[in-house]
């Protein structure tokens, strides 16, 4: 079965770096875009990160741009979000997600991130 596991979240102080990472099995991980999704208490689930299959072409939340960085390793199976300058709003739980088209689409259980003096 399909399976998306995060983890490197944590609280780290403001202006600080957390590399988060998100194993993926149960279907062939290199033809499929990946993304990273957040959501902080009261908000919606937003789309943080997105990187296509080869890993050649990345979209981000403007939130976020020049601070974080999608990347993937599709011999291994993973994928990572590489987050610096973090600020006190970027808390939240963050998601690894994937569309498989006709095959559904998977949520990870989420990781927590927290930005705190």
């Known amino acids: 079965q399909v399976q998306l596991v995060e983890s490197g979240g944590g609280l780290v102080q403001p202006g600080g770096s957390l590399r988060l990472s998100c194993a993926a099995s149960?279907?062939?991980?290199?033809?499929?875009?990946m993304n990273w999704y957040r959501q902080s208490p009261g908000k919606e689930r937003e789309l943080v990160a997105r990187?296509?299959?080869?890993?050649?072409?990345?979209n981000y939340a403007d939130s976020v741009k020049g601070r974080f960085t999608i990347s993937r390793d599709n011999a291994k199976n993973m994928v990572y979000l590489q987050m610096n300058s973090l600020k006190p709003e970027d808390t939240a739980v963050y998601y690894c997600?994937?569309?498989?088209?006709?095959?559904?689409?998977?949520w990870g259980q989420g990781t927590q991130v927290t930005v705190s003096s």
């Open positions: 149960g279907f062939t991980f290199r033809l499929y875009p």
């Open positions: 997600y994937t569309d498989l088209y006709g095959r559904g689409a998977y």
């Open positions: 990187i296509i299959s080869s890993g050649d072409s990345t």
